[in-house]
Every structure is written in C-alpha cells, then in structure tokens.
C-alpha cells in the first residue's frame, strides 16, 4: 500500500483565479482618498477571519469509543453513545480558553455522521444517544449561538464506510451532505476539508485499498463554490482556491512571519509555513494542533495535556505570527471536556485576559513623520476600523507613542490595515527616555493581520516608536498597543489512574537494532530511538500481563534523516523463547499527524515479552525513529 496522505495535504491544483480584492469599507478617521492597495488583499470574508484570531476544534465520533485516531469504516453506529453530552459545558471551556469559535468534525474519515441524516444509514439515528433523536451537530450549534460565540463545521472528504467511494455517485453524495450541513445550522464562519484522500477502508464490505485523484475527483473549485453560494461569510480550508491555507505542521506553531499571501499554484508544505512575500494570492495560514497528542480523546492522555505556558507559546507562535490559532479540544466519553484540559484552558484565558486587558498605550500622544492628515492617533484611539495611513511613497516612515510616565511594558501588538495590502517588508521597534537618542528594541518582518513582539523584560520609556525599516508603500497602521504580560498560572502533575495503561516501570529493552533504545521508556516524545530500517526491537516488562495491544508515539521532532515507521510486525512471548504472532499493520498518518498509535492484538493474551519490527520509514528517510512504546490491557 503507498503512504497515505496527509490529512492537511492539499486536495486541489486548479484555482479560483486571482486573489478577490478587497475595497475598503471602513473610514479612515477623516484622512484623505485613499491610495490603491499594495499587492494581494483579503475577500471581505477573509477580513472576518483574521479577526476571529484564535478558535477550537471538536474532535468526536466513533474513534472517540474505538480508542483510535482512524475509523475504518465499519464500526456499529451503536458504539456511539455520550453518557453525559453537555454542549454548553463544551462552550463554557472553549470561552475560558478565549475562544472565539468551535469546528466540529460532523463527519471524520470513518463515515459516521454526527447528525440525523436521512442520506446514510452510518449516522447517529441508528446509536443508542437519545434513542437515535440526538443531533450533535445540532446541539453544539445552538450551544455556542447561547454562548455568543461562532460555529464551524468540518466535513472529511474521504468517506471509509462508504462502497460508492472512488465513483461520482459517492461526489453527489458529498454535495448532498454538504448541502444539507451549510443550510440547516445557522450562520458558518468555516467549513473545514480534511487532505486525507484514499487508501484502505471498509467501503461498504469491500475491505480494500482505494485510490483517487484527488484533484480531478472531488473539482475542489466546484465545491468551494458551493459553500460560498449556501455560506457567502464561510471560510474554507483548505485546497487551493479555498479562502485558507494549512500551515504545514500540526505542532502549533508558524514561521517567524508567516506571509498571507502565496503563489497562484499546487501548495508546497514548505512555502505554507513561512508564505511567500508579495505573491499574488491572498491565501493565509491557520495554524491548528491539539491539546493533547492525538486529536481524539484517549484516556492514556490525561497526563499529557498541554500546559498552559505551552498554550501561550503556542499563541505566540501562531497569532503572534500573523496566522490564526486552531486549537482542538476533543470530548471525552461522556460527551465533556475533561477536567484536566478546561483547567489548562482556563489558566491561559486566565493569562491572555489579564495580558490584553490594559492597553498602555492608551492616552499616548501619537505623531508620526509623514501622514495624510490627521490619522496618527488612530494607532491607539481603541477604534479597530481606524488607522495612521502615510503617504504612498512615505517607504520609511515612523510613527511615535509620547507615554504618561511610569508606564511599563514588554509587548508591543501591531496590526496592518490589510484592506491595503501587506505595505510593510520589515519594521523595528525602538525606546528612548525623552532626548534624542533611541534604542532599538526589537526589529521584525512583517507587520501583517496581528504581530506581537514580545520583550525579553520589561520597559519604561518616555517614547515608543514603530519605524520602518523597508517597505513597498507608506504604512498603513490599524493598532500600535503595548501590554505587560502576565504569565500563565502552572498545572501540578497528573497522577494517570486509568487501569487500563500499564506501568512501565519495569521495563527493560532486551535487543534493538541500534543502541539507544531507553529513549523509548523515558515518557519524554522529545527523545527518541533511531535505527537504520529494517529497525528490531525487543522489550522485557518485568512480569506477565493480560495485553490488549500495544502503543507507539512518533517523535515529535520533524528530522530529515529520520521518520516514523511505516508499518509494525509485532510478537509477544511469556518466557522469551516461544513467540505468537500479535498483528501486523500501517501506522496511518504516523509522519504527519504524530500522535500517539494504538494498536490491538488480534486477540488478547498473556504476555511479558514484546517484539517489534518496523520495515521500513513512513517517507523516504536514512533512519526510522520512535518516541515511546507503551502497553494497554
């Protein structure tokens, strides 16, 4: 079987032509006719979207019973059955992480709908939830319009459960279920396509591996159109001709800029990360990971829910970049947050609240070096459809902030009028006491839909300046604001108690392929064991136990000369002589998605041995690497 594709892996070549211009609508605070924008500029929905800044994802299907990542396809709708669905404690969890939205998977690679539909029989009418009345999709809606925040939904394109898949009645279906999601739940601010096309599945008992072209099968243009025609404010993600693009991880975090704008051509994973400067395509990166390692809810992830310091990290390298911040918050089997993720959340609101509430700026006297009226202090008169707009060819003007004095800050935010285009290449940031002389404090590229800049201490300088230090058009600047930052509020450590994942304590890596192999028992994916393919490996834990399978954890860091096994051969023993066959199989999406695999036995057994052969890496690579290797009963 070829590797299947990333699930972010873009679907479409053919484009939408040309990035739609976008007229400003908003006034200038009295400045004068404005200048033709510099290069690509937003559709009027996109301009929404950068504002929306940082939003959740809900992750919640059939994998969240199976305990898997991937449906196959032919899981029993049954098996669906939330003990304690509660939509608004969803909301409440994503408001306290200041969320401005949810994306909910109404459809995941598995085929089961979330919602009643009447198009498949693979969908929530046949589970146990409310006696087949439930609507998910429904109720999440109608929880975040109570909570006054936005609602999006993601549709995966490739269909596991589905014996019409790979046929164009299996398209027409597509559109139907597509229809019927953008026009029965209310206002969408995102519909989200997942890149993940083709490979093995159930389709309708066939148990076979499909392939398709994604480009020519799906006529991405086709489908986009019609989201746009049922959904004119929706937003979609993520082929080309889409209103958003991936940003080339699922880690977190964007280059340092992160452009909006790309070329009008296939996406390149490399260019998506970073974007490329004056390219003709307004087409920006959202940046979207999990709070755990793997994007359904598996209870041997308690333990590892991000901290709310690397959430904050995270939004710095996101936001603060110049992307959107998607961050998934997946329910647990009750139909809940999980305790441990809300308390993350809520100490990194907690945190962003208490950072962003005082803008210091406030009652700065701003003037700038060039301008086109009267428009500097719209860099921090509080009014985000204002802004300091200097002449065309004012390419190195600068603008300066005169505090109150006693004022101390170590984060400067920047946002760009985009209506006019990215106008600034690169940009500084300098202080002084009052006299003449600055100091430079901070230089950057890109000021873009929001920029932070964060200090390495505290200031408290007389005057602040943003000056720029090349550029292809006078600025045109909508915020100039400076905060002091708070830092998140830490978590003490979980204590696991799930009976269900065994204690590694005693484990011991008896033979490997290559040495190294304690990386793999260390409960860090920070390290990881590298061997040359085909990589052996054979651990000893100490003592018997009932096995329903096993775990494996890719290393998180992307390395060239090293990737994630492809496939496992696995066999386990009770005295280290005898061996029985465990199960072989692919590790699906193991080099891109990097989260934590579950792998069953074929059927439980006794065992104290494992041993594990990995033939070879997931993509082209010199060596294979492995972060963890654990166990579950």
């Given at each position: 079987?070829?590797?299947?594709?990333?699930?972010?892996?873009?679907?479409?070549?053919?484009?939408?032509?040309?990035?739609?211009?976008?007229?400003?609508?908003?006034?200038?605070?009295?400045?004068?006719?404005?200048?033709?924008?510099?290069?690509?500029?937003?559709?009027?929905?996109?301009?929404?979207?950068?504002?929306?800044?940082?939003?959740?994802?809900?992750?919640?299907?059939?994998?969240?019973?199976?305990?898997?990542?991937?449906?196959?396809?032919?899981?029993?709708?049954?098996?669906?059955?939330?003990?304690?669905?509660?939509?608004?404690?969803?909301?409440?969890?994503?408001?306290?992480?200041?969320?401005?939205?949810?994306?909910?998977?109404?459809?995941?690679?598995?085929?089961?709908?979330?919602?009643?539909?009447?198009?498949?029989?693979?969908?929530?009418?046949?589970?146990?939830?409310?006696?087949?009345?439930?609507?998910?999709?429904?109720?999440?809606?109608?929880?975040?319009?109570?909570?006054?925040?936005?609602?999006?939904?993601?549709?995966?394109?490739?269909?596991?459960?589905?014996a019409d898949y790979g046929t164009p009645g299996y398209i027409a279906y597509y559109r139907a279920q597509l229809t019927e999601l953008c026009t029965r739940y209310g206002k969408l601010f995102e519909v989200w396509f997942d890149g993940a096309n083709g490979g093995d599945g159930y389709y309708g008992g066939a148990r076979e591996t499909r392939?398709?072209?994604?480009?020519?099968?799906?006529?991405?243009?086709?489908?986009?159109?019609?989201?746009?025609?049922?959904?004119?404010?929706?937003?979609?993600?993520?082929?080309?001709?889409?209103?958003?693009?991936?940003?080339?991880?699922?880690?977190?975090?964007?280059?340092?800029?992160?452009?909006?704008?790309?070329?009008?051509?296939?996406?390149?994973?490399?260019?998506?990360?970073?974007?490329?400067?004056?390219?003709?395509?307004?087409?920006?990166?959202?940046?979207?990971?999990?709070?755990?390692?793997?994007?359904?809810?598996?209870?041997?992830?308690?333990?590892?829910?991000?901290?709310?310091?690397?959430?904050?990290?995270?939004?710095?390298?996101?936001?603060?970049?110049?992307?959107?911040?998607?961050?998934?918050?997946?329910?647990?089997?009750?139909?809940?947050?999980?305790?441990?993720?809300?308390?993350?959340?809520?100490?990194?609101?907690?945190?962003?609240?208490?950072?962003?509430?005082?803008?210091?700026?406030?009652?700065?006297?701003?003037?700038?070096?060039?301008?086109?009226?009267?428009?500097?202090?719209?860099?921090?008169?509080?009014?985000?459809?204002?802004?300091?707009?200097?002449?065309?060819?004012?390419?190195?003007?600068?603008?300066?902030?005169?505090?109150?004095?006693?004022?101390?800050?170590?984060?400067?935010?920047?946002?760009?009028?985009?209506?006019?285009?990215?106008?600034?290449?690169?940009?500084?940031?300098?202080?002084?006491?009052?006299?003449?002389?600055?100091?430079?404090?901070?230089?950057?590229?890109?000021?873009?839909?929001?920029?932070?800049?964060?200090?390495?201490?505290?200031?408290?300088?007389?005057?602040?300046?943003?000056?720029?230090?090349?550029?292809?058009?006078?600025?045109?600047?909508?915020?100039?604001?400076?905060?002091?930052?708070?830092?998140?509020?830490?978590?003490?450590?979980?204590?696991?108690?799930?009976?269900?994942?065994?204690?590694?304590?005693?484990?011991?890596?008896?033979?490997?392929?290559?040495?190294?192999?304690?990386?793999?028992?260390?409960?860090?994916?920070?390290?990881?064991?590298?061997?040359?393919?085909?990589?052996?490996?054979?651990?000893?834990?100490?003592?018997?136990?009932?096995?329903?399978?096993?775990?494996?954890?890719?290393?998180?860091?992307?390395?060239?000369?090293?990737?994630?096994?492809?496939?496992?051969?696995?066999?386990?023993?009770?005295?280290?002589?005898?061996?029985?066959?465990?199960?072989?199989?692919?590790?699906?999406?193991?080099?891109?998605?990097?989260?934590?695999?579950?792998?069953?036995?074929?059927?439980?057994?006794?065992?104290?041995?494992?041993?594990?052969?990995?033939?070879?890496?997931?993509?082209?690579?010199?060596?294979?690497?492995?972060?963890?290797?654990?166990?579950?009963?």
């Amino acid at each position: 079987m070829t590797p299947i594709l990333t699930r972010r892996t873009l679907m479409g070549s053919s484009l939408i032509a040309g990035a739609a211009a976008c007229s400003p609508v908003r006034p200038n605070g009295g400045a004068g006719p404005l200048p033709a924008p510099w290069g690509a500029t937003p559709s009027p929905r996109q301009l929404k979207w950068h504002d929306h800044r940082q939003y959740g994802f809900i992750h919640f299907s059939i994998n969240t019973y199976t305990d898997k990542e991937w449906g196959y396809g032919d899981e029993d709708p049954k098996l669906f059955n939330p003990t304690d669905f509660d939509p608004d404690q969803i909301v409440a969890a994503a408001k306290a992480g200041e969320l401005t939205g949810l994306i909910l998977t109404a459809k995941h690679h598995d085929g089961f709908c979330l919602w009643p539909t009447m198009l498949t029989e693979h969908c929530i009418r046949n589970s146990p939830y409310k006696q087949g009345k439930g609507d998910i999709v429904g109720e999440l809606e109608q929880a975040c319009r109570r909570g006054g925040i936005n609602f999006g939904l993601y549709l995966s394109p490739w269909d596991r459960n589905r014996a019409d898949y790979g046929t164009p009645g299996y398209i027409a279906y597509y559109r139907a279920q597509l229809t019927e999601l953008c026009t029965r739940y209310g206002k969408l601010f995102e519909v989200w396509f997942d890149g993940a096309n083709g490979g093995d599945g159930y389709y309708g008992g066939a148990r076979e591996t499909r392939k398709i072209n994604a480009v020519q099968y799906y006529d991405w243009p086709s489908i986009v159109a019609l989201v746009h025609r049922l959904q004119p404010d929706a937003c979609t993600f993520d082929p080309l001709g889409a209103d958003i693009r991936w940003v080339g991880n699922e880690d977190g975090h964007a280059a340092d800029p992160c452009w909006p704008t790309m070329p009008n051509e296939p996406y390149d994973q490399v260019k998506g990360n970073t974007g490329v400067r004056g390219a003709e395509l307004w087409w920006p990166a959202e940046t979207n990971v999990s709070i755990r390692p793997g994007w359904f809810y598996h209870a041997d992830e308690d333990a590892q829910v991000k901290l709310p310091g690397k959430i904050m990290e995270m939004y710095d390298q996101s936001v603060g970049h110049g992307t959107t911040f998607h961050l998934n918050l997946p329910p647990d089997r009750r139909g809940r947050i999980h305790d441990r993720d809300v308390a993350s959340l809520t100490a990194f609101g907690n945190a962003l609240r208490a950072t962003f509430a005082n803008n210091l700026a406030d009652g700065a006297i701003a003037t700038a070096s060039a301008d086109t009226g009267s428009t500097a202090r719209n860099v921090n008169d509080g009014n985000l459809d204002t802004f300091w707009l200097a002449p065309a060819d004012a390419k190195d003007a600068s603008i300066i902030l005169d505090l109150p004095p006693g004022r101390s800050f170590d984060t400067v935010r920047l946002q760009e009028w985009l209506p006019l285009g990215l106008r600034v290449t690169r940009f500084a940031i300098d202080v002084s006491d009052g006299g003449d002389a600055w100091t430079t404090v901070a230089e950057k590229d890109m000021v873009g839909p929001q920029r932070l800049v964060r200090l390495p201490a505290p200031i408290s300088p007389r005057r602040v300046r943003f000056r720029t230090v090349a550029a292809e058009a006078g600025p045109a600047i909508r915020e100039f604001a400076l905060f002091r930052s708070v830092a998140p509020v830490d978590l003490p450590p979980l204590k696991v108690t799930d009976a269900s994942i065994v204690d590694r304590t005693t484990w011991k890596v008896t033979a490997a392929s290559a040495p190294g192999g304690e990386a793999l028992l260390d409960a860090s994916p920070r390290t990881a064991w590298t061997s040359k393919a085909p990589a052996t490996l054979t651990i000893d834990m100490g003592r018997s136990e009932t096995l329903a399978g096993f775990t494996l954890t890719p290393t998180r860091h992307v390395d060239p000369q090293a990737a994630p096994p492809m496939k496992y051969v696995v066999e386990t023993s009770v005295d280290g002589r005898s061996w029985t066959p465990g199960g072989t199989g692919e590790f699906q999406n193991i080099n891109y998605a990097r989260a934590t695999q579950r792998l069953p036995f074929t059927t439980p057994r006794a065992a104290r041995y494992l041993r594990f052969a990995f033939p070879q890496p997931a993509v082209p690579a010199p060596a294979i690497a492995v972060a963890e290797i654990g166990a579950f009963r």
